[in-house]
């Protein structure tokens, strides 16, 4: 079945480097999203990759998948308070019709001054 | 930048009231989804639509949930019949055939 894995929490501290993992099992993904949520807020999407590249950088996120492995991560570089928030790794496999998004449980990243 | 609105952004309903929530997707976009998070939960996934039908849906999407497009720009989910248990943020979002818009959702409080 489709299940998307992270683990709950990251504290970094501020200026560092935040780096989110997340492990999906359906190899026919063809997308992968990474989502922000901060607190009582909707979910915006930050990036996606598909599947047939292993990365993608965009500012100060860079996304990278390992295919083979079914691993994808999110660097934050120099991680503001901004950056804190819940991040949701998703994935999706699009196809002639409209494929949901499954999303994983969310990385709480909180930032130490 | 245009984006997916819902309204109200909270519903407080007594159980076993019908409610609607509505949602504008982001016009051009041809998918729409209705997702709902119960709160400190994961964001799960209710039904898809896409050509004016459901394309997909989950288990959780029963006899209890529609969803309508009435004019062509609205896009509704009705919660028939609800229960305690149906409180959570109610999230609507809109697509192409890569990525997926969230709207800022619909706090559903059944009291």
């Known amino acids: 079945g489709e299940d998307v894995e992270q683990s709950l929490f990251l504290s970094v501290r501020e200026g560092d480097s935040s780096v989110i993992n997340c492990t999906y099992t359906?190899?026919?993904?063809?997308?992968l999203y990474w989502y922000k949520q901060e607190p009582g807020a909707g979910l915006q999407l930050l990036t996606y990759i598909f599947s047939n590249m292993d990365m993608k950088q965009d500012q100060r996120l860079t996304v990278l998948l390992n295919k083979k492995d079914k691993h994808l991560s999110l660097r934050i570089a120099d991680t503001q308070t901004g950056d804190s928030a819940i991040y949701f790794c998703?994935?999706?496999?699009?196809?002639?019709?409209?494929?949901?998004?499954?999303f994983g449980s969310g990385t709480r990243l909180s930032i130490r001054p | 930048e245009p984006e997916v609105t819902q309204t109200p952004s909270h519903q407080v309903t007594q159980m076993g009231q019908e409610v609607i929530l509505r949602c504008v997707p982001i016009?051009?976009?041809?998918?729409f989804y209705w997702y709902r998070q119960i709160l400190g939960q994961k964001v799960e996934f209710l039904v898809s639509?896409?050509?004016?039908?459901?394309?997909?849906k989950s288990e959780i999407f029963d006899d209890q949930f529609s969803v309508e497009r009435p004019d062509g720009s609205n896009f509704t989910l009705k919660i028939r019949s609800t229960k305690l248990e149906d409180s959570a943020m109610y999230f609507c979002a809109s697509g192409g055939q890569r990525e997926a818009f969230f709207g800022q959702g619909t706090r559903l409080t059944v009291v």
């Open positions: 016009s051009n976009h041809l998918y």
């Open positions: 639509f896409y050509n004016n039908e459901i394309s997909e």
């Open positions: 359906d190899s026919s993904s063809t997308y």
């Open positions: 998703a994935e999706s496999r699009r196809d002639s019709s409209a494929s949901k998004i499954i």
